[in-house]
Each structure stands twice: as structure tokens, then as C-alpha cells.
């Protein structure tokens, strides 16, 4: 069964064709990241139009390198809920069309489920039960995930997720939009020990709060800037980078042995992040646990993830109709109506 995904949540236009949710046939992306660069991150009536330009080239491009007919499609996927409104809209309205000329069934697919989706094209004999661990720039997230379509979350950021926070943190220091990246690549150059920031408790035990930390490292550096010397940019960046990784790994892990899981799958967009990527490998390998890491192209948002939980929302008999809203907020668990 061919399924076209379709992603635009946020700022990168996505189109993959996916057979039977496992196999990526094409895949062709438009990103506005160059555009938002100026501002310093995304501005969301850039990228709506950035989308609307993009969307019909982009769609052209992955059906043509997949060498199938648009008839040979038997179901379009697309992100529904959460991101940005106006972007969301944007892929919602193009896959309705797209659906009502073929006569083939909408699916509308949650970002995260998306996301968590990634790691079976990655995995292509994984299936749930597992613990999910979905790092991006609006969510930090660890999930029960008991079946395609079933989902407990343990625990979530109650304030900054982790890509936000590093994206704020390296805006300070100077890095371009998006600072996960920039901060990524500087990690090896500072000193990692050079600064103690604060390791911020939550009620309950596996959420994470951020907003804390990153405040203490913004403070950091504008004291040193009242005091007119030299910022330590490389040193502060290390620091920040190993707490939030060292924070962020620990809970995942113990909340993967609280809940009796021996398989933690990582994913979104800091899931590309090499330091977290090294610390959930030590930390799961001495817990027994497996770890399913996807690659680096599928961590960041794009369409051949939404085509494969696309394909398992299917078999799960989810349908949009073609009043289908999308939804700038929604719970991974709840289902479209
Ligand atoms: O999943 P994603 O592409 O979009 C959302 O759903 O939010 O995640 C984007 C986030 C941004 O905050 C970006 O800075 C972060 O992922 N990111 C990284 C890395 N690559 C992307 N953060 C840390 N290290 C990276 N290598
Ligand atoms: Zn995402």
C-alpha cells in the first residue's frame, strides 16, 4: 500500500511517498530555515507562505521520484495537530484536495505520533510495546507506547521543551537559528565542567522543566557582560549542552526501567543531538536496555514519517473527513474528530 505523507507543521514543507509504513520510496522537502535565520527563529506568516509556494512542486517532486501515478496511491496522510496554525492549514488543504480528486481517504496524524513513526522505517521488525522518548522543539515527552495507535504519556516539559531551550540558550550566545544544531557542533570545543547550572526539580518525576536552567544561563551571561569581559561562549555552551542531555537522559532511562520497559525508541528533533544521542547509549547499555536511535535525516520533521503513522492510523480505521480541521494544541492521545 503507497501513502503520501504530508508535513508542514512547522517550517519544513515535507512529502514522502511510504510503502506499507516501513519503505521510504521518495521523499522531496522545501525548508524555509534560511528565511526565518534573519529573525533569529520561525515567524509563523513566513513560513505559511513559504508552504503555499512551496507545496504543489514539492508534492510533484516526491510522487514523480517514487515512480508510481497518483492512482497508484491509496491514502494521503497529513499532520493535523499541534504546530503552527497557519503552516498546518497549509498541508491540511492541500492533501483534502488531493484526496477528494482521487477518491482515496484522508488521515489526519498527530506530529508526535509522527515522529515516534520514524524510528519503523529505522526498525523496519520494530513494533510497540515500547518506551518513546520524543525530544523537538515544542515537546519533551516520554510515552507509553502500548500499540500503533496507543499512547500514555509519563511524563512532558510542564514549561520550556528541550528544543526550545536550546534554541533560546544559543540565541544568547550568538548561534544562528536553530541553535540545537549550532550548540551541537560547539559541544566538543568548550569545557563541559566550566560552569555548574541548576538541575531543576519537578513534582513529578518524569517531567522536565527547562525554563529554569535556561534563565540561570542567560543570567550567566549578561552578569558577565555588566562586567565587560570576554563571554566564554564555547564553555558556557558545553555546560548548558550537558546538563540539559544529562537531564534528559537520566529520566528517560529511569522511567524506562519504572515501567518495566527493556526498549526505549528516541525521537524528534533533538534527537539528532550527538551528546544525547552518546548519553542514552552508555546510560541504556548498562540498564539492559535496547535502544533504537533513528538516523539523523528522519529526527527532524519530515514527510515519510507522517506516511507511516499514516499507514498504521489506516489499518486502525482513522479517517478524516474532508471538514478535517487542524489543531495548533492537541494530546497525543486524543483522536480527530
Ligand atoms: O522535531 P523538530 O524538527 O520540530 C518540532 O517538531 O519542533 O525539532 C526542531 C528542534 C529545534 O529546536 C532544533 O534546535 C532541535 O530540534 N535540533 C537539535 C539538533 N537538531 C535539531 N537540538 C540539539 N541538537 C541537534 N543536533
Ligand atoms: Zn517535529
Same mark, same amino acid.
Given at each position: 500500500m503507497y501513502i503520501l505523507g504530508i508535513e508542514s507543521s512547522c517550517d519544513d514543507c515535507s512529502i514522502a511517498v511510504v510503502r506499507d509504513?516501513?519503505?521510504?520510496l521518495s521523499q522531496a522537502t522545501a525548508s524555509s530555515v534560511d528565511e526565518h535565520k534573519k529573525f533569529g527563529g520561525v515567524v509563523p506568516e513566513v513560513a505559511s507562505r513559504q508552504h503555499v509556494e512551496a507545496i504543489s512542486a514539492v508534492c510533484k517532486k516526491a510522487v514523480t521520484d517514487a515512480n508510481i501515478? &497518483?492512482?497508484?496511491?491509496?491514502a494521503i496522510a497529513v499532520?493535523?495537530?499541534? *504546530?503552527l496554525i497557519g503552516s498546518l492549514l497549509c498541508g491540511l488543504s492541500f492533501a483534502k484536495g488531493l484526496a477528494y480528486a482521487l477518491k482515496i481517504p484522508l488521515i489526519p496524524v498527530h506530529h508526535l505520533r509522527s515522529h515516534i513513526a520514524a524510528n519503523y522505517i529505522a526498525t523496519p521488525d520494530l513494533s510497540p510495546p515500547f518506551m518513546a522518548f520524543v525530544v523537538s522543539g515544542g515537546h519533551s515527552h516520554i510515552i507509553e507506547v502500548s500499540d500503533f495507535t496507543e499512547f500514555s504519556v509519563v511524563g512532558r516539559a510542564i514549561d520550556d521543551a528541550a528544543g526550545e531551550a536550546f534554541d533560546k540558550v544559543a540565541r544568547v550566545l550568538g548561534?544562528? &537559528?536553530?541553535?540545537g544544531v549550532a550548540l551541537d557542533k560547539i559541544y566538543?570545543? *568548550?569545557?563541559?565542567?566550566a560552569f555548574v547550572f541548576p538541575n531543576p526539580k519537578t513534582e513529578r518525576p518524569f517531567d522536565f522543566s527547562f525554563s529554569g536552567l535556561k534563565t540561570a544561563v542567560i543570567n550567566t551571561v549578561h552578569n558577565l557582560e555588566q562586567k565587560g569581559g570576554e563571554i566564554p561562549t564555547k564553555d558556557i555552551a558545553s555546560s548548558f549542552c550537558h546538563k540539559i542531555c544529562s537531564i534528559l537522559s537520566d529520566k528517560a532511562v529511569a522511567a524506562t526501567l519504572h515501567y518495566k520497559k527493556d526498549r526505549l525508541v528516541l525521537a524528534g528533533?533533538?534527537?539528532?543531538n550527538s551528546l544525547l544521542r552518546a548519553m542514552l547509549l552508555e546510560k541504556c547499555a548498562e540498564n539492559d536496555i535496547e535502544l533504537f536511535l533513528p538516523p539523523i535525516s528522519l529526527c527532524?520533521?519530515?514527510?515519510a514519517m507522517v506516511a507511516a503513522q499514516g499507514y498504521f492510523e489506516l489499518l486502525g480505521n482513522s479517517r478524516g473527513p474532508l471538514s478535517q480541521n487542524a489543531f495548533a494544541n492537541m494530546d497525543i492521545t486524543d483522536k480527530f474528530i
Open positions: 509504513g516501513r519503505e521510504v501515478k &497518483y492512482s497508484d496511491l491509496s499532520t493535523a495537530a499541534p *504546530g548561534f544562528p &537559528y536553530p541553535g566538543p570545543e *568548550g569545557n563541559p565542567e528533533g533533538v534527537s539528532a527532524t520533521d519530515n514527510g
